[in-house]
């Protein structure tokens, strides 16, 4: 989950991403380290649990963070979604409305 997590984050042109050595254990926090503003928690499992919620939130220390989870009833990374509080998804939005269309 965290090498697609990481290669689509390249193939979206938002830089470099690695997998975080440890998977959030060491100094580094999260399973995906790149440019993205959130600390990167994956889950690849049959259930959806609150406590991942609880575990994205821990390992940003009080920043942004966000849960990146697939349906396991489809194939393989075929419905990847991320999670985030709606306020941080609202100034996402807000920014990409600010900007210039050319």
């Known amino acids: 989950m965290e090498k697609y997590v990481c290669e689509a984050i390249e193939e979206a042109g938002l830089g470099r991403a690695v997998r975080t050595p440890g998977s959030g254990s060491g100094k580094i926090k999260g399973d995906a380290f790149s440019a993205v503003a959130f600390t990167i928690e994956c889950k690849n499992q049959k259930q959806f649990h609150w406590q ?31 999670v985030v509080e709606l306020k941080e998804f609202l100034k996402l939005l807000k920014g990409d409305q600010g900007e210039e269309k050319n």
């Open 52 to 82: 991942d919620i609880d575990q994205a939130k821990k390992e940003a220390e009080g920043g942004k963070w966000m849960l990146v989870i697939r349906d396991p009833r489809k194939p393989e990374f075929k419905s990847v979604y991320a």
